[in-house]
């Protein structure tokens, strides 16, 4: 015998659900519309200032790690939220290593940034 949830799940288009989770995502958190905000002047300065393929490839890189990152990181915020709402020290850890994750990503993508585009707005503003 089948459960509705089976069958719902059968029927299921993984997508949607998937573009579900960022809308909310994008909804609740302000970092992550931070983040694509960075994201986007990221691009059109890459466009701008004519980055190589290699450079492109980096850059996209970096900027799929820090919104998974900072996803993953909403995706435990929240489920701590639910599951355990009640203040703890290691519901505190927890947050705590998950945004320790994103600071991570998000200074390496820093770095990045300013090893490929430094040089290039060096030699548009001193030539
Ligand atoms: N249930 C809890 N028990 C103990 N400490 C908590 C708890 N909830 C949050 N904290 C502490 O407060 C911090 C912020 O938690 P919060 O859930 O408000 O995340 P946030 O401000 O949305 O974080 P982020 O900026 O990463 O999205 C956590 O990193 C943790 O140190």
Same mark, same amino acid.
């Given at each position: 015998?089948?459960?509705?949830?089976?069958?719902?799940?059968?029927?299921?288009?993984?997508?949607?659900?998937?573009?579900?989770?960022?809308?909310?995502?994008?909804?609740?958190?302000?970092?992550?519309?931070?983040?694509?905000?960075?994201? =986007? &002047?990221? #691009?059109?300065? *890459? !466009? /701008?200032? +004519?980055?190589?393929? $290699?450079?492109?490839? =980096? &850059?996209? #890189?970096?900027? *799929? !790690? /820090?919104? +998974?990152?900072?996803? $993953?990181?909403?995706?435990?915020?929240?489920?701590?939220?639910?599951?355990?709402?009640?203040?703890?020290?290691?519901?505190?850890?927890?947050?705590?290593?998950?945004?320790?994750?994103?600071?991570?990503?998000?200074?390496?993508?820093?770095?990045?940034?300013?090893?490929?585009?430094?040089?290039?707005?060096?030699?548009?503003?001193?030539?």
């Amino acid at each position: 015998m089948r459960s509705d949830y089976s069958e719902n799940k059968k029927n299921r288009v993984g997508l949607r659900y998937a573009i579900n989770g960022l809308k909310y995502a994008f909804k609740n958190e302000i970092n992550i519309r931070i983040h694509f905000l960075i994201a =986007l &002047l990221v #691009l059109i300065a *890459g !466009f /701008v200032l +004519t980055i190589s393929v $290699l450079e492109w490839v =980096l &850059l996209l #890189l970096m900027i *799929g !790690f /820090v919104i +998974t990152a900072e996803l $993953l990181n909403t995706a435990v915020e929240t489920m701590l939220d639910y599951l355990a709402p009640q203040w703890h020290p290691m519901a505190g850890s927890i947050k705590d290593l998950t945004a320790g994750a994103v600071l991570v990503t998000s200074i390496v993508a820093f770095i990045i940034g300013l090893i490929i585009f430094l040089p290039k707005i060096v030699e548009l503003v001193f030539n």
